[in-house]
């Protein structure tokens, strides 16, 4: 997840930052549209920061799950879709792994 996220980020990033500097180079002709495209292309930039929140909590939420153990467990019946109500882990639970 996390390497798509940083590969989509980097797209993103990229061909703003590129057309912050084509902007730079004709913003000489109409300098209102020029400052409303440079508005729009900095929202953007700045909008990709959830990049980094994202990869932080991924790393949190590996870490926590890697202490727990696994032996004995299969994987088989996380394939079945989500938990049974009464089994599994309930919203509560799951919200607060995310929160820390």
Request: glycine share 12%; charged share 20%; with cysteine.
């Amino acid at each position: 997840i996390r390497q798509e996220i940083e590969a989509g980020v980097d797209v993103i990033l990229t061909a703003a930052t590129a057309g912050l500097q084509e902007l730079a180079a004709i913003s000489e002709g109409d300098a209102a549209m020029a400052g409303r495209l440079e508005a729009h292309l900095l929202q953007i930039l700045e909008g990709c920061a959830f990049q980094d929140l994202t990869g932080q909590r991924l790393e949190q939420l590996g870490a926590m799950l890697g202490d727990q153990p696994s032996a004995g467990r299969r994987a088989d019946p996380l394939l079945n879709g989500p938990a049974l109500r009464g089994q599994g882990l309930d919203q509560t639970t799951a919200d607060r792994l995310l929160e820390s």
